[in-house]
């Protein structure tokens, strides 16, 4: 697609429950990555894909949180027994390559709310 | 010492000045360089990579790499209401030889005052 795609805009949750996030990266893009960003707060990496690689999962917070990402297409993000700290806008970045030498595009991100 | 630094203001300038936004990073290794715009509940957006020292200029933004005091800023020339925003520095992870990711600073908040 034109940019990076994640859906839904906006989720909102009731605490305990479980939830999952997509992202579609730009096409043909290898790489992959999910921030966290806490209102008022910086970005919080939590995990990336680079191709067939193993994921870089040294940014998840808790075993509650897992991404899955299928070859070099769509990932999800799936955050179990959902707490109210999880609340935050949840982003997606895609890369062509290395994202560290040709920066990254953003997606518009999620609004997590735990309720 | 955090790994990429910034203040984080908020910085004001009148409209029309020179907005002068700092960061500073710790490993000596490290070889990209990036800023980024984040607008009030937007994500962020690439505006400027640099990987050589000196001066790389794109319209009314310049952005200054100096290695050897491991410094990196982004001056914003004629200066904008528009351009309030928060700006990210971001560093490439020197823990990563591949270059794949890189580490973001907290960002520095820019009001420009019309």
């Known amino acids: 697609g034109a940019g990076v795609s994640q859906s839904p805009s906006n989720k909102v949750t009731e605490k305990g429950k479980d939830v999952e996030l997509r992202c579609d990266p730009i096409s043909g893009h290898t790489a992959l990555y999910w921030y966290r960003q806490r209102l008022g707060q910086g970005l919080e990496f939590l995990i990336y894909f680079q191709g067939n690689s193993a994921p870089d999962k040294s940014g998840l917070p808790s075993d509650r949180f897992s991404a899955e990402r299928t070859g070099e297409s769509v990932s999800t993000l799936t955050i179990q027994r959902t707490q109210q700290e999880d609340s935050a806008v949840y982003l997606c970045?895609?890369?062509?390559?290395?994202?560290?030498?040709?920066?990254?595009?953003f997606g518009s991100g999620t609004r997590l709310t735990v309720v | 010492q955090k790994e990429v630094e910034q203040n984080s203001g908020p910085l004001s300038v009148p409209e029309g000045a020179i907005a002068s936004l700092n960061c500073t990073y710790s490993?000596?290794?490290?070889?990209?360089f990036f800023w980024y715009r984040q607008y009030s509940g937007k994500s962020p957006e690439l505006i400027m990579s640099?990987?050589?020292?000196g001066d790389k200029e794109d319209g009314r933004f310049t952005a200054q790499l100096n290695k050897a005091s491991q410094y990196v800023s982004l001056l914003i020339r004629d200066s904008q209401p528009s351009d309030s925003a928060t700006y990210l520095c971001?560093?490439?992870?020197?823990?990563?030889?591949?270059?794949?990711?890189?580490?973001f600073g907290p960002g520095t908040s820019l009001s420009v005052i019309p």
């Open positions: 490993d000596r290794v490290s070889q990209s």
């Open positions: 640099i990987y050589s020292n």
């Open positions: 970045a895609s890369s062509s390559g290395q994202g560290g030498v040709y920066g990254y595009t």
């Open positions: 971001a560093v490439n992870d020197p823990r990563k030889t591949s270059y794949d990711k890189v580490i």
